[in-house]
C-alpha cells in the first residue's frame, strides 16, 4: 500500500517508515527538518532509508496548507501515520505557538487530507501527558483527561477532539496512540536517556528531578513499531448501538479509536540510571533538582484493550532496551 509518514526524519517517524519498508510498502516521508535539535541526526535517519526506491522523501512542514493540500492530491495514499508533530513538555512552556502551528493547524491539515482523499484509516500520535493531573494508575484510556498541565499535552487533547469530530461527520477512521516515554536506539536528544548519556560520558552531572522520585512506563521503540504496524490494519468500526454514558472510548458512535501504548510496568528514574549506569560501566554524578513545571509524577499504561485488539502488548525490558540505546550511541557518536 501506499503510506504517508509524516515526521519521518523524527525518532519513531524514522523506525515505522523502516519497518513499513521493510514489509514491501511505499512510503512517502515528510518532515520539516527543523532545528529543535540536532538536524544532523534527522538527517542521518533518513540516510539508512534513502536508498530503498520505495521510500520518497519530501521537505514539507504540516502548517504549510497549500503544500499538505497537493501532497494528497498528488500521491493518493491509502493509509496516513501522523507522528509530525512539535515534542517536548518543557519546550511548550516557552515556546506556545510553535506547538500551536505545529500540533493544531498541522492537525487540522492532515486531517483536511484525509477527508478530501478518502484515506482508509488515519493513525495519529496522542500522548501519555494527555493525562495530566489524572492519580488513578494506571491511566486508562476510559478516564477522564480533563486536566492537562502543560501546553504540549492540551494540542495533544486537542488533536483527539479535532480527530473524533472528523470521524463523526466524515466517517473517516481515526487511531490515536498515547504514546508512553519512548526510547531506544537512534532516539531523540532532548530525552532523559540521551542526555544522560551525553553527560555521563563526558563526566558531567546530569540533572535528575523531583530528587528522583519519579517513575515512568519507558516503552521500547521496537515495541512501539510493532504495534503501530498491527493497528494500521486494525480500522476502527463504527457502532451505532453506542451511547456517551457508556463512557468506553474504543466503541465508538463513529469509526474512531484511542489506545495507550506503553510497557504496562513502570520504572523508577534511578532504577533507570541504574540500567544507564550498568550498560555505560560508568557510576552517574547527579544534581538532584526539583520537579519542573509541566512534568507528571508517575506515568503507568493500562493496555489491556491494546492486548484484546492485536494480541499485543510492549513488553520489552528496560535493562536490555537501554542496552541497544548504549550500543547505538557508542558507535555513532565513535566512541
Excluded at 14 to 23: C, D, G, P, Q, V
Excluded at 240 to 254: C, D, E, F, L, M
Aim: include cysteine; aromatic fraction near 12%; glycine fraction near 6%.
Amino acid at each position: 500500500m501506499n503510506f504517508l509518514v509524516t515526521g519521518a526524519a523524527g525518532f519513531i517517524g524514522f523506525h515505522i517508515s523502516k519497518r513499513l519498508l521493510n514489509a514491501g510498502h511505499q512510503v512517502i516521508g515528510i518532515d520539516n527538518l527543523n532545528d529543535y535539535y540536532d538536524v544532523h541526526l534527522k538527517k542521518a535517519r533518513l540516510q539508512q532509508i534513502m536508498h530503498d526506491s520505495s521510500f520518497t522523501f519530501l521537505k514539507i512542514d504540516l502548517a504549510d496548507r497549500v503544500a499538505i493540500s497537493s501532497l494528497f492530491a498528488k500521491y493518493h495514499f491509502k493509509r496516513v501515520i501522523h507522528l509530525g508533530a512539535q515534542a517536548g513538555v518543557r519546550y511548550s512552556i516557552d515556546n506556545p505557538y510553535s506547538y500551536v502551528n505545529t500540533n493544531l493547524i498541522g492537525h487540522i491539515n492532515i486531517l483536511e487530507g484525509c477527508r478530501h482523499h478518502k484515506i482508509d484509516h488515519l493513525l495519529y500520535a496522542s500522548s501519555s501527558s494527555v493525562y495530566g493531573l489524572n492519580c488513578k494508575m494506571p491511566f486508562s484510556t476510559d478516564d477522564c483527561v480533563d486536566h492537562p498541565i502543560s501546553l504540549y499535552a492540551a494540542t495533544k487533547k486537542s488533536n483527539e477532539l479535532m480527530s473524533h469530530t472528523y470521524s463523526y461527520l466524515y466517517q473517516l477512521p481515526t487511531t490515536g496512540l498515547r504514546l508512553f516515554t519512548v526510547y531506544g536506539p537512534w532516539g531523540r536528544p532532548d530525552m532523559a536517556l540521551f542526555k544522560f548519556t551525553s553527560a555521563m560520558l563526558s563526566g558531567k552531572k546530569i540533572d535528575v528531578y523531583n530528587n528522583g522520585n519519579m517513575k515512568r512506563d519507558f516503552t521500547y521503540i521496537d515495541d512501539i513499531c510493532e504495534v503501530i504496524f498491527r493497528l494500521q490494519n486494525t480500522i476502527p468500526q463504527p457502532n451505532k448501538n453506542w451511547a456517551v454514558k457508556n463512557r468506553s472510548t474504543n466503541i465508538q458512535y463513529a469509526p474512531y479509536s484511542i489506545y495507550n501504548v506503553g510497557n504496562n510496568h513502570p520504572v523508577s528514574l534511578l532504577t533507570y540510571i541504574a540500567s544507564l549506569e550498568k550498560a555505560l560501566g560508568i557510576k552517574a554524578k547527579k544534581n538532584m533538582l526539583p520537579i519542573q513545571p509541566g512534568d507528571l509524577l508517575e506515568t503507568h499504561a493500562d493496555t489491556q484493550n491494546l492486548q484484546d485488539i492485536i494480541n499485543f502488548c510492549p513488553k520489552t525490558n528496560v535493562d536490555w532496551g537501554i542496552q541497544q540505546f548504549v550500543k547505538w550511541y557508542l558507535n555513532f557518536y565513535n566512541y
